[in-house]
Antibody
Framework: QLQLQESGPGLVKPSETLSLTCTVSGGSISSSSYYWGWIRQPPGKGLEWIGSIYYSGSTYYNPSLKSRVTISVDTSKNQFSLKLSSVTAADTAVYYC??????????????????WGQGTLVTVSS | SSELTQDPAVSVALGQTVRITCQGDSLRSYYASWYQQKPGQAPVLVIYGKNNRPSGIPDRFSGSSSGNTASLTITGAQAEDEADYYCNSRDSSGNIWVFGTGTKVTVL
């Protein structure tokens, strides 16, 4: 059974860089058809897609965060990581990592997040 | 980027049917996926593609799509279905993904 686990500091100071790592177990991060994504959820609010990465390093980012986000992958450790720079209180959220599947059915590609980590709360405060 | 709009809240009597909708221009080109989230838990995928359920998701959950609207239907709602539900789809540009605003489902 595939499992994902987020790790990183739970408290980050304003203007600093938030760094999180997602460790994948029970499967290879280098499998084709799968991207790996980060999603966040501010307290009491909805879900926001941050970005996704393929094992080759190809990335897609949310345009609203693109200038501050870097997602990277380490296939040797079966991990992928998120860096969000110049954080403010508005970046306080539960951060989830997830497998971002791309499945081809005939001529159509379905995309969906089918495995999620438990989430980790990151608070931005001095 | 596109937006996906959902009704903030709906209620359903135990055992009855409820439909949750998600509207957005990108849904004319891409299928939505649907997620159930209970308090303090990570979201769970319940429907993806045309109408596909992951293993372990009860068959009372079904999906459909027409024009710019995707729908998630719960037929015979159970108490354990009370949760927040989010849709997700690609943006019209194709390489950006957007979550809907979310719908809180209350089972009466």
């Amino acid at each position: 059974q595939l499992q994902l686990q987020e790790s990183g500091p739970g408290l980050v100071k304003p203007s600093e860089t938030l760094s999180l790592t997602c460790t994948v177990s029970g499967g290879s991060i280098s499998s084709s058809s799968y991207y790996w994504g980060w999603i966040r959820q501010p307290p009491g609010k909805g879900l926001e897609w941050i970005g996704s990465i393929y094992y080759s390093g190809s990335t897609y980012y949310n345009p609203s965060l693109k200038s501050r986000v870097t997602i990277s992958v380490d296939t040797s450790k079966n991990q992928f990581s998120l860096k969000l720079s110049s954080v403010t209180a508005a970046d306080t959220a539960v951060y989830y990592c997830a497998r971002h599947s791309h499945s081809i059915f005939g001529v159509v590609t379905y995309t969906y997040f089918d495995y999620w980590g438990q989430g980790t709360l990151v608070t931005v405060s001095s | 980027s596109s937006e996906l709009t959902q009704d903030p809240a709906v209620s359903v009597a135990l055992g009855q049917t409820v439909r949750i909708t998600c509207q957005g221009d990108s849904l004319r080109s891409y299928y939505a996926s649907w997620y159930q989230q209970k308090p303090g838990q990570a979201p769970v995928l319940v429907i993806y593609g045309k109408n596909n359920r992951p293993s372990g998701i009860p068959d009372r959950f079904s999906g459909s799509s027409s024009g710019n609207t995707a729908s998630l239907t719960i037929t015979g709602a159970q108490a354990e279905d009370e949760a927040d539900y989010y849709c997700n789809s690609r943006d019209s540009s194709g390489n950006i993904w957007v979550f809907g605003t979310g719908t809180k489902v209350t089972v009466l």
